[in-house]
C-alpha cells in the first residue's frame, strides 16, 4: 500500500517537472509551470474518473433492465404477510429457499410454493351437433311411444 502511495507521488512530481521544465523553455517561470503541470493532472483525472463513473453508471443501469426483465421470466408478485400487505416482485427458484426483505416492513419474508395438480381434458370439438341432437330427440320421441 506504502509502495503504490510511493509510486503514484514519485509519478505526479515527474510529470508535473516535465511539464514546468516544457514551460520554463517558453519562458515561464519553473515553478508556475510546476504548480499548472499539479494542476492539469488533477484536472485531468477528475475529468477521467467522471466520464469513467457515467460510463460504469450507464452500463449498470442497462444490466440491472436486463435483469428485471429476466426476473419477469421467474418471479411472482407476492403480498407482506403483515398488516400492510405491501406487494413486491420477486424473483423465485425452484431449487433454492425463497425469501425477500419486504419494502415497506424491512421484515425478512419466505416464499412458500405449493403446487397443485388438475386434469387436464380435450375440448369437445363436434361439428355434427344437430345430428346428435336430432337423434337425441328421436330417441326421446320413440321412448314416448312405446
Same mark, same amino acid.
Given at each position: ?8 507521488? @514519485? ?54 433492465? =436486463? ?10 408478485? @407476492?403480498?407482506?404477510?403483515? /398488516? ?5 416482485? @420477486? ?7 425463497? /425469501?425477500?426483505?419486504?419494502? =415497506?416492513?424491512?421484515?425478512? @419474508? ?5 403446487? =397443485?395438480?388438475?386434469?387436464?381434458? =380435450? ?24
Amino acid at each position: 500500500m506504502l509502495k503504490r502511495f510511493v509510486i503514484q507521488l @514519485v509519478l505526479l512530481i515527474s510529470i508535473s517537472s516535465l511539464i514546468a521544465f516544457l514551460l520554463h523553455s517558453l519562458g515561464v517561470s519553473l515553478l508556475i509551470g510546476f504548480l499548472s503541470g499539479l494542476f492539469l493532472q488533477f484536472v485531468g483525472y477528475n475529468a477521467f474518473y467522471s466520464a469513467l463513473d457515467a460510463y460504469l453508471a450507464i452500463k449498470n443501469k442497462a444490466l440491472e433492465n =436486463e435483469r428485471i426483465k429476466e426476473f419477469s421470466y421467474q418471479g411472482l408478485q @407476492v403480498a407482506c404477510p403483515c /398488516y400492510k400487505k405491501h406487494i413486491d416482485f @420477486v424473483p423465485v427458484r425452484l431449487n433454492t429457499s425463497n /425469501y425477500y426483505k419486504c419494502g =415497506e416492513c424491512k421484515k425478512n @419474508v419466505s416464499i412458500i410454493i405449493a403446487a =397443485e395438480t388438475a386434469i387436464t381434458t =380435450e375440448p369437445i370439438v363436434n361439428t355434427d351437433l344437430p345430428t346428435v341432437n336430432q337423434k337425441l330427440i328421436e330417441g326421446v320421441i320413440s321412448n314416448a311411444n312405446s
